[in-house]
T-cell receptor
């Protein structure tokens, strides 16, 4: 079954704690993305990676960190420096470079809802 | 810098009505435009992708059009059903970076 999986579905964090959200894809996609979604707002890009061992900051990277050691995996760590982490986090992947950008489709995981206690 | 806007922010219609959702973008040099559906508490599901060389794409009761010169795309939903109730978002990939720029979405409610 091809697709993107995110775990856990729900996550609770205490003040001052780092937590890591998992994102795995078996679509053979080069690029992977992390977005944050707050109620009534659109998606805001946190980090993205176009290729293994490379990633770039998005629009709201402060307080977050990522790694891309494997093509299939793009974990996101929410650090204690992120002052307002309660949100819905979405992982996505896209760009099979052989297909080309014009036909590229972005696929999303089911999301992780993070709540700060 | 590319900006994507969706109007209206929310829409309620009676079942069976045909409706149009709008998406506007500021930079017409786009690779493609994608429409998504999001149900509450869920991830996004891709509905349609229109390549920059295309004028429209159809899937079932959905038809998406693209007019690059005016910076607009519309999503037409025919014979709406309560199951169509969801938030609909459009997105375009930014040139060079391949970052996707999303609109804030239109929240649709179809009343039975």
């Amino acid at each position: 079954d091809g697709g993107i999986t995110q775990s856990p579905k729900y996550l609770f964090r205490k003040e001052g704690q780092n937590v890591t959200l998992s994102c795995e894809q078996n679509l053979n996609h080069d690029a992977m993305y992390w977005y944050r979604q707050d109620p009534g707002q659109g998606l805001r890009l946190i980090y993205y990676s176009q290729i293994v061992n490379d990633f770039q900051k998005g629009d709201i990277a402060e307080g977050y960190s990522v790694s891309r050691e494997k093509k299939e995996s793009f974990p996101l760590t929410v650090t204690s420096a992120q002052k307002n982490p309660t949100a819905f986090y979405l992982c996505a992947s896209s760009i099979n470079r052989l297909a080309g950008i014009s036909t590229d489709t972005q696929y999303f995981g089911p999301g992780t809802r993070l709540t700060v206690l | 810098k590319q900006e994507v806007t969706q109007i209206p922010a929310a829409l309620s219609v009676p079942e069976g009505e045909n409706l149009v959702l709008n998406c506007s973008f500021t930079d017409s040099a786009i690779y493609n435009l994608q429409w998504f559906r999001q149900d509450p508490g869920k991830g996004l599901t891709s509905l349609l992708l229109i390549q920059s060389s295309q004028r429209e794409q159809t899937s079932g009761r959905l038809n998406a059009s693209l007019d690059k010169s005016s910076g607009r795309s519309t999503l037409y939903i025919a014979a709406s059903q309560p199951g169509d109730s969801a938030t609909y978002l459009c997105a375009v990939p930014e040139r060079r970076t391949y970052k996707y720029i999303f609109g804030t979405g239109t929240r649709l409610k179809v009343l039975a």
